[in-house]
């Protein structure tokens, strides 16, 4: 008689750190101290398929960012950089093979941006970059990132509705293409040299067209469609290649499947992948879509897509593709099923996922079936072992990128007969700790913005009449200058925030040293001549974690930083509870600017919408209900700095278009709570109060009759890095009557313009917009820049505003 037995290890503990091993930076392995389970007559172990669709690339530590930085600044090497980045592409694999992950990506690793390493792939470098063939190097590469002391970057706007930025490619009707980056194939072949086999990822050829625009100069009617014949020709070499080395799976991304598109944009996808799919054979292919639901004519585009084995669905943020799914999926095809969030950081509900999971593998099959994030991690924070200032029960509630690995294969291995009952009952018993605790709830909170929904909470005059009012006790000249906020954040700066957190100075120390800074920035703007004043925001680490630190309902990571755009990191704020405000939170900063200066000071304040969408919002209550709580708080701070004599307010909206859905159908809905969230923050300040707004690097033209509803005194707007995009919805006939500032420099880029640059761009927008409502401004704030850029760069844009201010008299 035999006895059929398996084997399998689980940990012992619940929710036990996972260990490190050595390597340059920190890798999760599964726990040391196991114990040994026998299951007789149990039957054998299927291959469990678990999929990561891409990771962060930053580090645990930031590593890549400082890099970055000292590479830029010149203080390192080349050759520097890329040892940082090949160690931490090196432990990321490491890490997720150690985890149990079965298809693990490569190539979503950059050094800057995803989009633009596909536009290097493609060879596709704007002429004005003087690129000639071959290899592109760092110098081009990060000149059309980040500009140069001659030449401008390129545009840079949000992906989808994310906090990322990508880098728009500029195409024209003779794009030559050419295969110039083998990023790809070098980083499938470095991983396959660790021991890794990965699955390479692009950014989908047809996703790739639909984000691009036309060059400037090129007519309007240009579709960068006209072009996929030229790019899959590239794909194609791309492909080939990576069969060659050795890939068996690759996987590419076409999230543009997911928006509202026409007929003729979906047939792309099936032109582009009926091109490609003799390139194809030989390997499995995944095409991964995510960010929202997929409409039903485009899932029956993708599911019909040649040569393709497997689909990638977003199923935390596209739960009606569920029902796509259930009603029809291609028989023999690999389900990428993104059942864990990639967007945010709060633990995986493994029951209810597992169930989700248990209803896809009947109906696609069980070999067929692969647990997988929603998106990429590249949006949530790296490793949650890194978290010292976060209390347990808190920390016990979520899961960062590395944390989700394990959500992944922890599913993936339950599918398969092996589930973890510790580790699945640990996270049951945490997620009726959220449910349950005390401190997630204030019902005087849920009353009071309940309480909101009877009212628009407008303003009692119209704009018009309040600018009047506003004038005469302003007086500010034609063409006022401002700024958007902040001034350069330098080392010491940093420092003194960094000591006082710490206790190594006192508060008064560190109020003398805040002050010292303010008072410098005021004095600087003052000699510069600029009309309205910031305080250049010396006492804030970031415009969102400033206001959480002093709201309730948040929480804060130690190295919870999530990529923005190149080098540029943010650490959002996590909100787990009901938000107040329990005391004022800036009024002592801006009254002590005010007082050193007869001119107005703005009073800085974020947005709801804003700090909603640049938060770790909690899932366990529709966003609106949040969005309003944090409005509240905020009217609060409006209020106090009124009273406080502050007769000039800036309440940034920075990410109001981030937020807008994918989806058409959802979108009104967005936008009525958004708009609202922002005028019950100012709906009972007096006439002669100025609320400023400011918003950044989005496409705003299809939102333009929602800013208006914002009811603004004045917006202030990235307009120069886009090709002054914004002018055009003004020269087609859109009426606005309040203040608007068009940035009229691009802050992003080292490179300073001169005074005659700005005045032509302001001509432009004297073009569309009246003398009187328009103001002169940079495009965001100046945290990330150096004096040395800035000080010029204000000064020209003070000499562009006196001159044509002296044009419009002389012209009068």
């Given at each position: 008689m035999s006895i059929r037995f398996s084997l399998y290890v689980v940990p012992i503990k619940a929710r036990e750190p996972l260990s490190t091993i050595s390597v340059p930076f920190p890798v999760r392995r599964l726990p040391p101290r196991r114990s040994v389970r026998?299951?007789?007559?149990?039957?054998?172990?299927r291959n469990m398929a678990s999929h990561v669709v891409g990771y962060p690339r930053m580090g645990p530590k930031r590593e890549l960012k400082f890099a970055l930085e000292s590479f830029w600044d010149g203080k390192s090497t080349a050759e520097d950089l890329q040892k940082v980045a090949a160690d931490l592409r090196a432990s990321i694999w490491k890490q997720m093979s150690g985890a149990g992950i079965k298809y693990i990506p490569s190539n979503t690793f950059s050094y800057y941006d995803q989009v633009l390493d596909t536009t290097a792939m493609l060879g596709a470098v704007p002429d004005r970059y003087g690129y000639t063939g071959g290899e592109i190097g760092h110098d081009i590469y990060f000149s059309m990132a980040r500009g140069n002391a001659t030449l401008p970057a390129m545009e840079m706007t949000k992906w989808f509705d994310t906090n990322y930025h990508f880098?728009?490619?500029?195409?024209?009707?003779?794009?030559?293409?050419?295969?110039?980056?083998?990023?790809?194939?070098?980083?499938?072949?470095?991983?396959?040299?660790?021991?890794?086999?990965?699955?390479?990822?692009?950014?989908?050829?047809?996703?790739?067209?639909?984000?691009?625009?036309?060059?400037?100069?090129?007519?309007?009617s240009f579709s960068p469609l006209s072009l996929l014949p030229s790019v899959l020709s590239v794909y194609k070499e791309v492909i080939a290649e990576l069969k060659e080395a050795g890939a068996s799976w690759i996987q590419l991304d076409e999230p543009t499947l997911v928006l509202d598109l026409e007929a003729q944009k979906l047939e792309a996808f099936t032109q582009a992948y009926g091109e490609l799919a003799s390139s194809f054979s030989g390997l499995n292919v995944v095409v991964e879509t995510y960010f929202a639901d997929i409409p039903a004519d485009a899932y029956k585009t993708l599911t019909s897509l040649s040569g393709v084995s497997g689909f990638g669905f977003d199923l935390v943020r596209g739960a009606k593709t569920l029902e796509l799914i259930k009603s029809e999926f291609p028989a023999g095809k690999f389900l990428f099923a993104g059942v864990v969030d990639g967007r945010n950081i709060w633990a995986n509900d493994l029951a209810a996922s597992l169930t989700v999971l248990e209803t896809l593998e009947s109906l696609v099959g069980k070999d067929k079936l692969v647990v997988s994030t929603s998106c990429s991690l590249l949006h949530t924070a790296v490793d949650l072992i890194n978290e010292t200032k976060l209390d347990d029960e808190i920390k016990s509630w979520l899961a960062f990128a590395a944390q989700k690995i394990v959500e992944v294969d922890a599913l993936a291995k339950a599918l398969v007969g092996q589930k973890n009952e510790a580790y699945f009952s640990a996270n049951a018993a945490a997620q009726a700790s959220r449910r349950t605790s005390p401190r997630v709830t204030n019902d005087a909170v849920q009353k009071a913005a309940a309480a909101l929904r009877g009212s628009d909470h407008r303003r009692a005059t119209n704009v018009s009449a309040r600018l009047e009012a506003q004038q005469k006790k302003l007086n500010l000249p034609i063409l006022p200058t401002t700024t958007i906020g902040s001034f350069p954040q330098t080392i010491e700066l940093r420092r003194v925030r960094r000591e006082v957190k710490a206790k190594k100075i006192s508060e008064e120390e560190y109020v003398a040293a805040i002050k010292e800074e303010i008072s410098k920035v005021v004095k600087l703007q003052e000699d510069l001549d600029i009309d309205v004043l910031v305080h250049g925001e010396p006492e804030r680490n970031d415009m969102v974690e400033?206001?959480?630190?002093?709201?309730?309902?948040?929480?804060?990571?130690?190295?919870?930083?999530?990529?923005?755009y190149g080098s540029r990191c943010v650490k959002p704020p996590i909100i787990y509870g009901d938000v107040s405000r329990p005391k004022p939170m800036t009024v002592f900063w801006s009254t002590m600017a005010q007082s050193m200066t007869q001119r107005p000071m703005k009073g800085m304040l974020t947005g709801p919408v804003t700090i909603l969408n640049w938060s770790f919002v909690r899932n366990d209550?529709?966003?609106?209900?949040?969005?309003?709580?944090?409005?509240?708080?905020?009217?609060?701070?409006?209020?106090?700095?009124?009273?406080?004599?502050?007769?000039?307010?800036?309440?940034?909206?920075?990410?109001?278009?981030?937020?807008?859905?994918?989806?058409?159908?959802?979108?009104?809905?967005?936008?009525?709570?958004?708009?609202?969230?922002?005028?019950?923050?100012?709906?009972?300040?007096?006439?002669?109060?100025?609320?400023?707004?400011?918003?950044?690097?989005?496409?705003?033209?299809?939102?333009?009759?929602?800013?208006?509803?914002?009811?603004a005194d004045v917006i202030t707007i990235e307009n120069s890095r886009s090709d002054e995009k914004l002018l055009s919805v003004f020269r087609e006939g859109v009426k606005y009557g309040a203040?608007?500032?068009?940035?009229?420099?691009?802050i992003h880029s080292p490179r300073i313009p001169s005074a005659e640059e700005i005045a032509d761009r302001v001509k432009k927008m004297l073009a569309v917009l009246d003398n009187n409502i328009l103001w002169v401004n940079p495009d965001c704030g100046l945290k990330t820049r150096k004096y040395a850029e800035v000080l010029p760069a204000l000064a020209a844009m003070v000499s562009a505003a006196k001159l044509l201010r002296a044009d419009l008299a002389s012209t009068n």
């Open positions: 026998c299951c007789f007559n149990a039957p054998p172990l880098i728009v490619p500029e195409l024209r009707p003779n794009t030559k293409f050419s295969y110039g980056s083998h990023k790809a194939v070098s980083e499938y072949k470095e991983a396959k040299a660790l021991g890794v086999d990965t699955v390479p990822v692009l950014v989908g050829p047809v996703t790739y067209l639909l984000l691009s625009k036309p060059a400037k100069g090129v007519e309007k400033y206001f959480g630190e002093q709201l309730s309902g948040f929480a804060f990571s130690a190295n919870g930083w999530v990529q923005s209550q529709p966003r609106f209900e949040t969005c309003y709580q944090i409005a509240l708080a905020i009217q609060k701070e409006v209020e106090d700095l009124e009273a406080n004599g502050i007769t000039v307010i800036q309440i940034d909206e920075a990410a109001l278009r981030e937020g807008l859905p994918l989806r058409k159908s959802e979108q009104a809905f967005y936008l009525d709570w958004a708009v609202h969230s922002f005028r019950i923050t100012n709906c009972s300040v007096k006439d002669t109060t100025q609320i400023h707004t400011h918003m950044c690097y989005s496409n705003f033209n299809d939102i333009i009759h929602s800013i208006i509803d914002m009811d203040g608007i500032g068009p940035g009229v420099y691009d």
